[in-house]
């Protein structure tokens, strides 16, 4: 595993070949990020497409491939990553421990990612242009009526997939095994019971997915018929595994996420976070009922009543332990010592937007109202306010609260807020519309849409710009700070901050706790 | 626990791996058969068994009848005409009826198709029985010929009072590429 | 700082109680484009109500959470010299906000399963039709108790030259057809939904109903209209390239009229069938044809036949070679390409006509015809 006690090797071989968990937390961030700014592309495509009624600059079949791609690369390719990442560069100080468990299979998981979303990226050249069946890929759709690009498109999700199970095997072994003695589970930094639940999730749910493309693979060069009516089979099970997959997934991308908010608002409340115990109970109960709701995105399919029924009150459950996050991230702020530094401004604009994000989750659990919202504008604005102000808000979070830490250098505040405020606006003026258009009767993933909808898309699109727009701020931001921000030495670069990242050196060395840290025994989880 | 390896982060990593590849083949092997299950016990997507109904009932329910309407549906790219003989029946619960459907391949090739049931409303799949039935295996038809495809079936005398009519639906799919040439040549 | 953060707070509150106004201006009145519509039946009143209630549950919860979020924003800041509190855990409180929230959705869930019973409740139903799901159109059929069964497609009606901006957008553009589905008054109606290629999904928000239309199998649903009206719809479920150019008209009429429309539905199917041995002329044809042409092919192989996502049929081979062959293509479709067998979709005059217009327009110029008795020999073998 190399010399411990040298810093990084030069030139390119030390990112090819590092094993070391900063530089491939490092990697992984900004693969996400030039991720989140091709698939942020798509979307102003998309956007562009529906600023006005009617065709202007593209044909309906590449409009197909762009809301697929957005999707697809959004979810495995920005916001997953993003947080493995971010697990990367935190769980290994926040447990203290040396470095990953298995430092070397984290390199590979990380390195087979690039290539596989040039190959996914390039399909969009391919005859047949890039897959167009939705992130979603429901059968028949995207079988028997699919491309050439479909058999490239489940090699890359094989791939995806690989690089997952190994993340997060990963993440398991090291928090399982590498804690600092006197770490108990119950010491743990929120964030990190939240990517430990996770990680299991990831496990047990990617090979799911592995498995609904092998069947799709198998249909269409195999003459199985897993997903055809004609020999036997189904696209209703499509469905069926694909959520089952596809539901768990929503709360992967979720649940890091409580855990950056339960660290910065507290930080910056300069009070304990408020009932730690609830919170990794509640994050549990969440992982486990999503394993048993992933119907509520298929009402209409045309279940036994007895079975819509099921997964509605399921679903409906859900709201009860989010709700108690909700509740204990508000009482954490209360009679606290608040202070306004940009990571808190994102988990403030998180915990209203998430929360209303939220409501409207509880609205589609509802069978009969789920008919009318059902594959309309609403349900895309809904899962954009849990993922993009959920996931990527506190994501944006993270890197603002943790940069100084990593870099040794404070990034400027000013510009901090102002881009908080213009993606807070962005946003809004974005998502918000898109509930009324859909309540309206909009469906989704059209290119073209009819004259009653047309000023709230027109108010979408001008949003979606500005919202893009901000990242363009927030991208300058990070690099003027790498490169000459102002620097800092305190090892607790936020006065309220808690947790073992915070006792190493600022910027942290390339090295930490080769020696475990003590733990105050009396000292009560961060 | 047990311990699979010395090294405790190696022990970790094979449970783990164990657990995913679990997880692959829990996709095939309990999955598609349980949902295959489900879909019999439950009547989902009014998916009917291929299997010929062979016990007998308890004599005729003359006190009433049970509207029986028949849909035929081709697929994409089937050129053949099929249709029912007749778009309703009004049938007694217990009583054998027979009926046949229409197909004719217009095409100067031999071909094969595949009738899929699916009976509507779900409650009345399990009531629904096909005593002979030409969707349990595929039909070849020459070039240009028409045939009459028969069925047979029979209301449960338990079918439940307010299901006043049931729809039996087929959808005919060309699966000649599938049966291959061994059937064609039949 | 301190006047930093109470400006910052300020700035804050402005879009939250932007957002809360234009929700209770949605809530207050059924303000059209901005909320589900309760429409013209009587499950849609019951989902609306039942939206109407978790909605406004959901924003009494929103404000009193934001609320106490917002004060202690405003009097727990640091600028203002507070000490932090150190209290970290509340065994009673937490219990309250489980429980309480819990009993909240059990309150919801039992309106919600009232409703769901009764969407459920296919019985009794007067008249039946047969939704079948095409790439990218609906296919209606009555399922007639006695006689014969009606049916057509439903066609996107909005010309390309209005999807493409050359001419100015109609009221309706992309929610017309050119045949709507008839439906009689204060009739409950069975739908069962089928389809022929991918899933779609058929979607008539006013008349409250949605339900996946899935090849191979059949699914069903019911609507009972209260009045009378034009209700619109669209396809819900991704279907591929014209997803979004597949919509839904439901024409509800008066009982008299819905049986005078079906009977002449039946007489226009018996005029077919004696328009089948008249012989046409060429212009008779062509003047047919377009209108045919427009509709069906129009959206694949171009306004001046000059191809899409088709081929091109102006100055092509198939519409300037074998008649035979091109009938044949227009019946039978070409296998494993977008080009579908319209044989079971145009009657025979139709499709006659639509062959005799594209091997005389857009510059092709054969001269010849094809008459509806050479489709019906062609279908026959």
């Known amino acids: 595993m190399g010399d411990h006690h040298h810093g990084p090797a030069k030139g390119l071989g030390r990112w090819l070949f590092t094993t070391n968990h900063k530089d491939i937390g490092t990697m992984y961030l900004w693969f996400s990020f030039a991720m989140f700014i091709l698939g942020g592309f798509f979307a102003m495509i998309i956007r562009a497409e529906l600023f006005q009624p009617g065709l202007q600059l593209v044909e309906p079949e590449f409009f197909n491939q762009m809301t697929t791609l957005h999707g697809l690369i959004m979810v495995f390719g920005a916001i997953m990553p993003s947080f493995v990442g971010l697990a990367n560069w935190l769980i290994p100080m926040m447990i203290g421990a040396p470095d990953m468990a298995l430092p070397r299979m984290n390199n590979w998981s990380f390195w087979i990612l690039p290539p596989t979303f040039l190959l996914l990226a390039s399909t969009l050249f391919m005859e047949g242009g890039a897959p167009q069946a939705g992130w979603t890929f429901y059968a028949p759709l995207s079988t028997t009526y699919a491309g050439p690009s479909v058999t490239y498109f489940i090699f890359c999700i094989h791939v995806l997939g690989l690089s997952s199970i190994m993340g997060s095997i990963n993440i398991i072994a090291t928090v399982m095994n590498m804690r600092a003695p006197g770490m108990t589970y119950m010491k743990m930094p929120l964030f990190v019971w939240t990517w430990l639940i996770t990680a299991f999730l990831l496990v047990a749910v990617m090979p799911v997915l592995a498995g609904a493309v092998t069947m799709m693979l198998m249909d269409v060069h195999f003459g199985t018929s897993f997903f055809s009516a004609a020999g036997g089979g189904d696209p209703v099970l499509f469905q069926h595994v694909f959520w089952f997959f596809g539901h768990p997934e929503v709360y992967i991308i979720i649940l890091p996420a409580f855990g950056v908010v339960s660290q910065i608002i507290p930080a910056f409340s300069r009070k304990p976070l408020f009932g730690y115990d609830s919170m990794v109970y509640a994050t549990a109960s969440i992982a486990f009922l999503s394993f048993i709701v992933w119907a509520h995105h298929m009402y209409t399919v045309g279940m036994p009543v007895a079975g819509e029924l099921f997964f509605m009150y399921a679903t409906m459950l859900i709201a009860v332990p989010t709700g108690v996050k909700v509740f204990n991230w508000v009482s954490t702020m209360w009679r606290g010592a608040l202070t306004f530094e940009t ?51 506190s994501m944006t979070a993270a890197i603002y609260f943790w940069l100084p830490k990593w870099c040794g250098r404070m990034y400027n505040e000013t510009m901090g807020k102002t881009h908080f405020w213009i993606s807070f606006i962005g946003f809004n003026l974005t998502f918000f519309p898109q509930h009324f258009v859909g309540l309206a009767g909009m469906p989704r993933r059209i290119p073209d849409y009819a004259l009653q909808f047309a000023d709230f898309n027109m108010m979408s699109s001008i949003g979606a710009f500005i919202y893009g727009a901000s990242q363009i701020l927030f991208l300058y931001n990070v690099i003027a700070t790498i490169v000459a921000g102002k620097p800092v ?20 060395p390339y090295h930490t706790f080769e020696t475990p840290p003590k733990i105050d025994p009396a000292h009560a989880h961060s | 626990m047990i311990r699979l390896s010395a090294n405790p982060a190696i022990d970790t990593v094979i449970k783990l791996v164990a657990v995913a590849m679990l997880m692959f083949a829990f996709v095939f092997v309990v999955m598609v058969p349980l949902y295959n299950v489900l879909c019999d016990a439950l009547g989902i997507n009014g998916k009917t068994n291929g299997q010929a109904y062979t016990s007998a009932q308890s004599g005729v329910d003359e006190s009433r009848t049970v509207t029986i309407q028949f849909v035929a549906t081709k697929n994409d790219g089937m050129p053949w005409a099929f249709s029912p003989s007749h778009t309703m029946m009004e049938v007694h619960p217990g009583a054998v009826n027979d009926t046949v459907f229409l197909a004719r391949n217009p095409l100067p090739k031999a071909m094969v198709a595949q009738a899929i049931p699916s009976i509507s409303p779900a409650r009345a799949v399990e009531y629904f029985h096909k005593t002979e039935c030409f969707c349990f295996r595929q039909q070849p038809l020459d070039g240009e010929t028409s045939a009459e495809l028969p069925l047979q079936f029979i209301v449960d005398r338990d079918l439940p009072r307010d299901i006043g009519t049931i729809t039996l639906s087929y959808t005919i799919f060309d699966v000649t590429e599938m049966a291959g040439a061994a059937v064609v040549a039949r | ?204 928000p006013s008349l409250a109903v949605k339900r996946d239309a899935i090849p191979g199998f059949i699914n069903e649903v019911w609507t009972k209209a209260n009045e009378i009206g034009i209700y619109r ?43 089948m041995a008249q012989t046409f002329t060429l212009d008779q044809l062509m003047e047919r044809g377009k209108v045919v042409y427009d509709s069906n092919c129009l959206a694949c192989h171009g306004a001046n036949g000059e191809g899409g996502v088709g081929k091109p049929i102006a100055g092509s081979a198939v519409a300037t070679g074998d008649i035979g062959h091109h009938l044949d293509i227009g019946i039978n479709g070409v296998p494993g390409t977008a080009m579908q067998a319209f044989g079971g979709q145009l009657n025979d005059v139709d499709m006659a006509a639509v062959i005799t217009y594209q091997r005389n327009a857009f510059g092709n110029n054969m001269g010849d015809t094809i008459q509806p008795i050479d489709v019906y020999n062609h279908k026959k073998g």
């Open chain 1, 343 to 393: 990571p808190m401004l994102f988990c403030i604009g998180f915990l209203i937007l998430f929360t209303i994000g939220g409501f409207t989750g509880l609205m589609l659990s509802i069978a009969p109202a789920d008919f009318q919202y059902h594959d309309s504008y609403f349900v895309v604005a809904h899962f954009h306010y849990v993922m993009v102000a959920g996931a990527v808000f």
């Open chain 1, 489 to 508: 030495s305190d090892k607790k670069v936020w006065e309220g901050a808690e947790g073992l990242e915070w006792t190493v050196a600022t910027p942290a």
């Open chain 3, 1 to 204: 700082m301190g006047f930093k953060a109470k400006r910052l707070c300020k700035l804050a509150l402005g879009p939250v109680l932007l957002l809360m106004s234009v929700i209770a201006m949605a809530a207050g009145g059924e303000v059209s484009g901005i909320n589900m519509s309760p429409g013209g039946t009587t499950v849609g009143r019951e989902v609306y109500d039942l939206h109407m209630i978790i909605l406004i549950i959901c924003i009494v919860i929103g404000v009193a959470v934001f609320g106490v979020m917002f004060y202690s924003i405003f009097y727990h800041r640091k600028s203002r010299g507070v000490t932090p509190a150190t209290f970290h855990e509340s065994t009673k409180v937490e219990i309250a906000w489980t429980v309480v929230p819990f009993v909240i959705l059990v309150a919801m869930a039992v309106p919600a399963t009232k409703t769901l019973l009764q969407i459920y409740n296919n019985d009794d139903a007067e008249l039946d039709v047969l939704v079948t799901g095409y790439q990218w159109k609906w296919k209606y059929e009555y399922l007639n108790k006695s006689g014969e069964n009606v049916s057509f497609f439903s066609n996107l009606r909005t010309p390309q030259s209005e999807i493409h901006n050359s001419e100015s957008k109609g009221e309706y553009y992309l929610l017309e057809v050119d045949e709507p589905l008839v439906l009689p008054v204060d009739t409950k109606v069975r739908f069962l939904l089928t389809a022929n290629d991918v899933i779609h999904s058929w979607w008539v």
């Open chain 3, 233 to 275: 719809g669209q396809c819900a479920e991704l279907c591929g390239r014209n997803h979004g150019f597949m919509p839904i008209v439901v024409n509800v009429v008066s009982k008299e009229d819905y049986a005078k429309w079906f009977s002449q539905k039946q007489s226009e199917a018996a005029q077919i069938k004696e328009l």
